[in-house]
Structures are given as structure tokens and as C-alpha cells.
Nanobody, 122 residues
């Protein structure tokens, strides 16, 4: 089970840090990722991190602004979001997949958190 938190309302240019806590099992051997879904749009990949944390990947739209990290001792994954834009407004979901390196396809992730709303005002 995954529980996402940290969303909120922020002005354009601001920052937020999302957290996702895993419970019920260890996700140390799982790749973890963040996806988002804006109103009227399909869910899209935002960032992913390998099981060890040594490899990360990002959507082009967030490169240089978002940073994904994880703490396997705490069974948590984070995403630091900076220089936020109104187009970053969405519900953000964390996901876990039983493979080593992150993948961008949402269908490959079997475990999902409930989502946390991020709203960026202009």
C-alpha cells in the first residue's frame, strides 16, 4: 500500500515536496515512480527511480525542475518540485513496480497510491 502526501496550493515559481510512504511490505526492491493526471487529460509519467536509487528518469516537461529520491530504510519516495508552473496542476500519484529500473508506462506498475492534489496558481 502506498500513501502520497505533500500536495497543496502554491504560486507559480514556488516549490513543493511530495512524499509517498509504503506500508505492508518493503518496496526496497521495487522501482518507484510519480505520475500525474490533470483534469481532462490522461495520466502521465513524471519521474521514476530505480530500486537502488542510482538511476532516475524524468519527463521532458519537468527535467531540471523536479527531483525524485527515495529512502529505502524508511520505505519512502519523494519528489522535490521547484519552479512550479500552472501546467503542473494535477493529481500526483506514486506507484511501485516489481522491476529494477523505472519505466514510464503506467500499466507496468501494479501498486498505486491514492493521489495528492497539486494546484499551481498563476
Amino acid at each position: 500500500q502506498l500513501q502520497a502526501s505533500g500536495g497543496g496550493l502554491v504560486q507559480a515559481g514556488g516549490s513543493l515536496r511530495l512524499s509517498c510512504a509504503a506500508s505492508g511490505r518493503t518496496f526496497s526492491w521495487y522501482a518507484l515512480a510519480w505520475f500525474r493526471q490533470a483534469p481532462g487529460k490522461e495520466r502521465e509519467f513524471v519521474a521514476g527511480i530505480s530500486w537502488s536509487g542510482s538511476s532516475t528518469s524524468y519527463a521532458e516537461s519537468v527535467k531540471g525542475r523536479f527531483t525524485i529520491s527515495r529512502d529505502n530504510a524508511k520505505n519512502e519516495v519523494y519528489m522535490q518540485m521547484s519552479s512550479l508552473k500552472p501546467e503542473d496542476t494535477a493529481v500526483y500519484f506514486c506507484a511501485a513496480g516489481r522491476f529494477g529500473s523505472s519505466r514510464s508506462g503506467e500499466n507496468e506498475y501494479a501498486t498505486w497510491g491514492q493521489g495528492t492534489q497539486v494546484t499551481v496558481s498563476s
